[in-house]
């Protein structure tokens, strides 16, 4: 049975400091208050992940890092190795936010490096796709979404496909106030579960979580998460203020 999954990502956001006392806080709701069926996952900058990592109840709170680099080690001035990320005590690593696509860059290519590098150091991929509003108001979502999955995760093998989660952003509704209805979200998500099932089996594509990630929050998140095929949410701003983190962990 997949697991329910609410996952923080705090950003470019918090100085060390607030960041510690933000993850205090976040671990003492989830400790005292959270669900305990839903697994809750924290991504604060680079900097703070070992810090993170000592001040969460780990037992309940994963920490991952939001990004990491392409190659495992060597002359890459400012980049962070996923074997460093594993070091922290990290165990997950966001891949593929449209943040990255959209500001950095980053296409197949680069993601399929950074694919390998986490699954070798024993990492779990958190792989976001999406689409922006043009490609919406078109009609071909779904075409564009199927692209980006058939060169990235469907490249892997049946055994590594099965360890990573996969977050849904449609990127017209990240930070932008709008989001998608939760029938355009579970439409999608649907789609995407059908798309596992062609290429690995139903079993596996009925235990790959998949996550919505465009600006859910404390409000909407109980309708979203009532969707079956909505399987928790990628978080963004929400995540930063502990009650309505709490508030949509405790949605289901």
Request: charged residues 25%.
């Amino acid at each position: 049975m997949r697991k329910k999954i609410v996952a923080g990502n705090w950003k470019c956001n918090t100085t060390l400091q607030e960041g510690i006392e933000l993850a205090k806080a976040v671990s003492k709701n989830v400790t005292e208050k959270g669900a305990k069926d839903v697994k809750v996952i924290l991504a604060p900058p680079f900097i703070h992940l070992t810090k993170v990592v000592e001040n969460v109840n780990t037992d309940r709170i994963s920490v991952s890092s939001q990004n990491c680099g392409t190659e495992p080690k060597g002359a890459y001035t400012g980049e962070v190795s996923a074997a460093m990320v594993k070091s922290t005590g990290a165990t997950c690593v966001i891949l593929g936010h449209s943040e990255r696509r959209g500001y950095y860059g980053e296409n197949s290519e680069i993601l399929n490096k950074k694919l390998a590098q986490v699954l070798e150091n024993g990492l779990t991929p958190i792989f976001c796709c999406g689409e922006t509003l043009d490609i919406r108001e078109s009609g071909k979502q779904n075409d564009f979404v199927k692209k980006q999955l058939d060169e990235t995760v469907f490249q892997l093998s049946k055994e590594d496909f099965s360890k990573l989660i996969l977050a849904y952003e449609p990127i017209w509704a990240i930070g932008t106030g709008k989001t998608a209805s939760p029938a355009q979200a579970e439409d999608m998500l649907s789609f995407m579960r059908s798309l596992i099932a062609e290429k690995y089996g139903k079993e596996i594509a009925e235990n790959t979580s998949i996550l919505y990630g465009g600006s859910c929050n404390a409000k909407n998140a109980k309708e979203l998460f009532s969707n079956p095929n909505i399987d928790g949410g990628l978080i963004g701003g929400a995540a930063l203020k502990p009650d309505d983190f709490l508030a949509i962990i405790n949605a289901y």
